[in-house]
């Protein structure tokens, strides 16, 4: 019984230590603008008297879609035809003060809001 026990506990204890911030993504918010091959995104609801940042992310043929977008090709007409897009992103390298060069998305989920 203190086996079976001592067992489950380890269990529980590694799936703990799994749940990390590792899943938050490293950015999140809306679709500002599709380019040929970058997303901008940045704040939806702002205030026209604040200053918010907006991020350039390279998107390149090793970039995974998640969500409601299955492929970068799909991106637009997803975009266009829903009300608040909510994009998470993860990215292979995080740049400083929008410097597109070091940030390429490994992984990108599109949801609606």
Known sequence: MKKQLAIAATVIL???MGCSNESDAHYEGTILEIKENSIMVGE???????SYPTYEILIDDKTEF???V???ENLNEFVSETEHPIVKLWVIDKGENNEIDNRTASEVVVEKE
């Not at 939806?44 to 604040?50: G, K, R, W």
């Open 66 to 68: 998640n969500g409601e």
């Open 44 to 50: 939806d609801d702002i205030d026209p008297e604040a």
């Open 70 to 72: 299955e492929k970068f």
């Open 14 to 16: 590694l799936s703990v």
